[in-house]
């Protein structure tokens, strides 16, 4: 279950993701709205997870069965966790460019602290860092850190990486309410943003099942606070704030597409039901994989979703 999709992304177009992690999930951060679940291993040390050449293999393979029509935009590093905690992200990254299509990297930036990630992120074309907080206060609440981790040390090495990346850099922000949705955050973390010189800035809502209960999107008056702040400070800014569609790739294989990416990323039914009928597959399908345990459904904000059942719920 390394790659998966293609998915459509807000950011990206189609996006074959990358799980270069695997599973259990392992990150340096425990977010309170991650759709992947709840962290089971907190750590800031780089290891090895899959050899460079199976993720080749495994990705080269991937897209020879990907159905016409459904060819990515980019090849994408979002894990089941952390990307960069992969020691051998970089040799990974080199290796995929083989395939002539540009590669992407969703990180939360803890780890750009250590000169190796630093090296690895800078053979991506694309990269996104998370910056929630504008405080360390924040930043515990919302993103959980590893405790040796430092925010102020983190956005500092993240504008020292901008400065020598040459690719697109980009920052994600989610906002939860109540917790980090108020004016005097979003003054701080549009400074400090401003401050990286980036290429975009992406404002999110929790729009999946997140890892903890009682995680909700802003209200819309909050987000619109947000962007005016932003827009205030000339910051490229844009929303992710809507159902990015149904339009997922598939290989025709239905049982390992709907794993596949059930495992890192949930499938709104609408989505589920579409690569159902590309698969030429029934619902007898989805049925056969939640009396096994592999799937399970959720609900959030009035939307039913299947996910991965190696998820847990904090």
Partial sequence: ????????????????????????????????????????????????FFEPEIIYRNVSLHLRKIKPGNYPDYLTFVSNGEPTLDINLGKSIMQLKKLGLPVAVITNGSLLTNNSVCDDLALADWVSVKIDAGNESIWRDINHPFNALDS????ERIKLFKAEF??????????????????????????MIREINHWKSYLAVPIRPPSCENVLPPEPESLNRAWQIFNERNIN???????????????????????????VHPLREEALLDLLRKDKAGYEVVESLLKQNLIRVAYYNGNKFFLGNVRMII
């Avoid at 102020?152 to 956005?155: A, C, D, G, M």
């Avoid at 704030?241 to 709907?258: H, L």
């Fill in 1 to 48: 279950m390394i790659s998966f999709g293609p998915v459509p992304s807000r950011r990206l177009g189609m996006s074959l993701g990358i799980n270069n992690i695997g599973s259990p999930k392992t990150c340096s951060y425990g977010c309170i709205y991650c759709q992947v679940g709840k962290t089971m291993k907190r750590t800031i040390v780089r290891t090895t």
């Fill in 152 to 155: 102020n040390k983190i956005t």
């Fill in 166 to 191: 040459g690719g697109k850099l980009c920052t994600e922000s989610m906002i939860v309410k109540g917790i980090n949705d108020y004016d005097e955050n979003f003054m701080v973390l549009a400074r």
């Fill in 237 to 263: 800014v844009e929303f992710l704030t809507g159902f990015e569609g149904t339009d997922t790739g598939n290989t025709g294989n239905i049982y390992e597409d709907i794993l596949n990416i059930t495992a």
